[in-house]
């Protein structure tokens, strides 16, 4: 019923989408995956008319849609319910499921005809909500529920859902489990779009897997396909040339006298539950999960920004980490986020005044004093040695291109001489090329003694540089991958499962991983 | 030669000085006595004073900050200094503890900032009338007499030196004190850098909050500054006076090619735009121009100047964007 065709959209130079196929057919749920970056967003942007294609046809029951825009597609039936939650905080549960379209009476907002449209929807999903509360005082997972629930009473005939069980504990995922089966019994066409893989056998008929813009696998039916065979298509067989994979040297434990990054029961919330890591000077650790796994959390304890409830941090010196990102960044804690625009760069600063940020003025290495020459002296050989390309060290940095933003990053924090490097996807958006040289740097940096910890979002760029890679699920960790049974793959599955795969070695005698759902 | 044309060129506050200068030499071309030294000296000195403040809120705008209490601290340290000088204390020493009065006040709206979490429009919109207030209440609504005319104190103040008197030779001292702050020190580059992008600022070790707590007590002890001076002038403290000073000083900064969304700033530019405003103010004078369109005018001013600013920063972004990122 809902068909696109050939789809193609670019964001500027990069390809989105390069021509793709897709169909919903009534009362089917049609899974829509693939890796980050893979398009699955650009495409649901484009099936519910929020994104324009460059090329490609729209159809809705064999008839064209032009000019498709979110208000056409919810008058025509199309429903989403989005990654990033849409709902008015400030406004009450009830406002919130009906946006725009408040059924009215002599033009005043009928609440009692709402209130009679909504309770059975939100019955439905479980949700036993005061139809008067103000939705900024729901829990998260509530707010998700609240969301699906909303486009619930639009009575849609396709309804997209991206992510939907996020933020989601098990019982209420069995719940919408419930409500998308009935909904396709009742010749709803169901878009679902999920990093959970065994989510998406549980629930969905056939089963599409976009990689690079592309139709890897279409339309291929659920029951035909395992959790692995999808890893494998969302992979593909191409592994980068460029990422020349480090000797994978098998981990071994860490002697207590040895330098080392360590991290001892670290606690934080129910996001991290009793970590211990030791990362040795000059190793690479990559930490991978889903979304709320706790990885990221583990980053943020590391850099100071989050404060431990329990357990501490140490650096390689032997000194416990400090409280705050200064403190951190003084013991020689270096940050480099993927978010290069927000926390790592001044656009409308030469390149020698971002280099400097750190260690002349942040740290005050070179006393009260900051002479602007010495300064682009030493951004000179920077930019030499990172092989940054630009004119001259006065461009703005907000000319350059992602990746030699990226590098003027590294160069703030190299010229401070960290001891620990926190990396939180740190090649996001960048070319191939670009990429490359980063990983080389930080090969130069592991010789150098500088310990490395690594999030990524693509699991092969954590195969290809880490030493070793530690899967978080639910706030533990629940295997850790190094030498042969380091690979993209086995990453994607365990982050997905919380299971160490048989042939690796988990560490679930000691913290068992999050029970499967 | 070619190097110091580029150097002039190049600076934030070329447009306030072509003006600044454009319009002297305007007002001169009609009435020749304007240009007399000693004319062009007064307009300096009775710029000084929202100029010195100016300085002060130069460093604020630069990392996203406002300081709208400038005006009231300026009235409430000249009252603190003519008090203490009317409690017996030596004239120096008054002058030098007001200063650190408004250090306090500044201080004071620094800690309202980072620990009530206010914004700082919002904190110092509360203390510029707390302040004022203060100075009504403490000085019973009329003038507090300084120190004697005879006293050491008020005899350097409202001498001159080379021509120039004492506040308009403070302002220029003040300017270039702080213009090598802003350009060559950590503080200075920690204030540019928390304008340019707070949260890269953060990430990379700069103690943010310090360093909005430091800016703050430099404007107030500034703000001091000119409340001394004022008393060692005019020899009394008015609770009025200073009323509408902050948005003059905000203006002046502006004027001078301090931007409003942070990140840059130029501390000459802060005092030529406190200059500009008061040669427009005797321009007007000499044009018998009604001193009740003074406002109007002025306004005009800030308006024009600002508008031209703003025109000359977005045919720049245009450039820029055009050029378009390169490898």
């Known amino acids: 019923m809902l068909e696109a065709q050939g789809i193609r959209k670019s964001y500027g130079g990069i390809t989105a989408l390069a021509g793709v196929d897709f169909a919903v057919r009534t009362g089917t749920v049609h899974a829509l995956l693939g890796e980050n970056g893979a398009g699955k967003s650009?495409?649901?942007?484009v099936l519910v008319g929020a994104l324009a294609p460059d090329a490609g046809?729209?159809?809705?029951?064999?008839?064209?849609?032009?000019?498709?825009?979110?208000a056409e597609a919810v008058d025509r039936g199309i429903a989403v319910v989005s990654q990033e939650l849409n709902l008015f905080p400030d406004l009450d549960v009830l406002a919130n499921l009906f946006p725009m379209r408040e059924p009215r009476r002599a033009g005043l907002v009928a609440r009692r005809a709402m209130a009679g449209r909504a309770r059975p929807v939100l019955d439905e999903?479980?949700?036993?909500?005061?139809l008067d509360q103000p939705v900024e005082q729901l829990p998260l997972d509530q707010r998700q529920l609240l969301e699906i629930a909303r486009a619930l009473c639009t009575d849609p005939r396709v309804l997209v859902l991206d992510e939907p069980t996020s933020a989601l504990h098990a019982e209420a995922v069995d719940r919408l489990h419930e409500v998308v089966r009935r909904l396709s019994r009742r010749d709803v066409g169901i878009v679902y779009v999920s990093h959970h893989l065994e989510d998406v056998l549980a629930v969905c008929d056939t089963v599409t897997v976009l990689r690079d813009g592309e139709v890897a696998v279409s339309a291929v039916p659920a029951a035909t396909l395992t959790v692995d065979r999808i890893v494998a298509h969302m992979l593909g067989d191409k592994v980068a040339a460029v990422m020349a994979a480090r000797s994978n040297e098998v981990a071994t434990t860490v002697e207590p006298g040895t330098p080392a990054l360590r991290f001892e029961q670290v606690t934080v919330g129910t996001e991290l539950q009793e970590v211990d890591l030791a990362i040795p000077a000059g190793r690479v650790l990559g930490v991978a999960g889903v979304d709320g796994a706790g990885h990221r959390t583990l980053l943020s304890v590391a850099a100071g920004v989050l404060r431990p409830d329990a357990g501490r941090v140490v650096l390689p010196d032997g000194a416990p980490l400090g409280r705050g990102l200064r403190a951190a960044i003084q013991q020689g804690v270096a940050v480099v986020s993927g978010d290069r625009k927000r926390f790592g760069v001044m656009l409308d600063k030469p390149i020698w005044d971002n280099i400097g940020q750190v260690s002349a003025v942040g740290l005050r290495r070179d006393g009260m004093v900051v002479r602007a020459g010495r300064l682009r002296e030493r951004a000179r050989a920077h930019v030499g040695s990172l092989g940054i390309k630009t004119?001259?060290?006065?461009?703005?940095?907000g000319m350059l291109s992602g990746g030699n933003q990226q590098k003027v990053v590294f160069a703030k924090w190299f010229e401070s001489s960290p001891a620990v490097l926190l990396l939180d996807d740190p090649t996001r958006g960048i070319d191939v090329g670009a990429k490359a040289e980063i990983y080389n740097l930080l090969q130069e940096q592991s010789r150098r003694g500088v310990v490395q910890v690594v999030a990524s979002s693509d699991p092969r760029e954590l195969a290809a540089i880490c030493d070793e890679v530690a899967v978080f699920y639910d706030g533990r960790v629940c295997a850790r991958l190094s030498g042969e049974r380091l690979d993209a793959h086995?990453?994607?599955?365990?982050?997905n499962t919380g299971r160490a795969p048989e042939h690796a070695v988990g560490v679930a005698g000691e913290h068992p991983g999050g029970a499967p759902r | 030669m070619q190097r110091a044309g580029r150097l002039v060129l190049g600076q934030d506050f070329l447009g306030v000085l072509v003006a600044t200068v454009a319009l002297v030499l305007l007002i001169g071309a009609n009435y020749p006595r304007f240009?007399?030294?000693?004319?062009?000296?007064s307009i300096l000195n009775n710029a000084a004073y929202i100029g010195i403040l100016a300085c002060g809120l130069a460093f604020l705008l630069a990392m996203r900050e406002l300081d709208l209490s400038v005006g009231s601290v300026y009235a409430l340290t000249a009252l603190a200094c003519a008090m203490l000088v009317q409690e017996g204390l030596d004239p120096w020493l008054a002058a030098l503890l007001a200063i650190v009065v408004g250090g306090v006040l500044g201080l004071v709206n620094a800690l309202l900032i980072q620990y009530v979490g206010l914004p700082s429009i919002v904190a110092t919109l509360a203390t510029l009338a707390m302040y004022r207030g203060l100075t009504l209440a403490l000085s019973e609504g009329t003038q507090v007499v300084g120190p004697p005319i005879d006293s050491s104190f008020s005899q350097v103040i409202s001498a001159d030196v080379l021509g120039i008197p004492v506040p308009g030779l403070t302002l220029i001292v003040v300017a270039a004190v702080l213009t090598v702050v802003l350009r060559a020190t950590p503080f200075g580059y920690r204030v540019r850098s928390i304008g340019s992008n707070p949260e890269a600022a953060a990430f990379s070790g700069i103690p943010v909050g310090r360093v909005r707590t430091q800016a703050f007590v430099l404007t107030g002890a500034l703000g001091g500054l000119a409340g001394v001076l004022t008393i060692g002038y005019l020899g009394a403290a008015d609770p009025n006076t200073g009323t509408g000073y902050e948005l003059q000083a905000i203006a002046a900064a502006v004027i001078g090619g301090t931007s409003l969304a942070g990140g840059r700033a130029t501390i000459v530019g802060?005092?030529?735009g406190a200059v500009l405003l008061g040669v427009v103010a005797s321009g007007l004078a000499y044009f018998s121009v009604p001193i009740n369109w003074n406002q109007f005018a002025l306004g005009a001013v800030i308006l024009g100047a600002v508008s031209l600013d703003s025109f000359v920063r977005r045919r720049r972004r245009r450039a820029r964007a055009a050029a378009g990122p390169r490898l």
């Open chain 2, 35 to 41: 240009l007399q030294p000693d004319q062009l000296a």
């Open chain 1, 57 to 70: 046809a729209l159809r809705l029951d064999g008839r064209e849609l032009r000019a498709h825009t979110t």
């Open chain 2, 270 to 272: 802060a005092a030529l």
């Open chain 1, 490 to 495: 086995t990453i994607l599955e365990v982050m």
């Open chain 1, 42 to 45: 650009t495409l649901v942007k």
């Open chain 1, 125 to 130: 999903l479980g949700l036993d909500l005061d």
């Open chain 1, 391 to 397: 004119p001259s060290v006065d461009q703005e940095v």
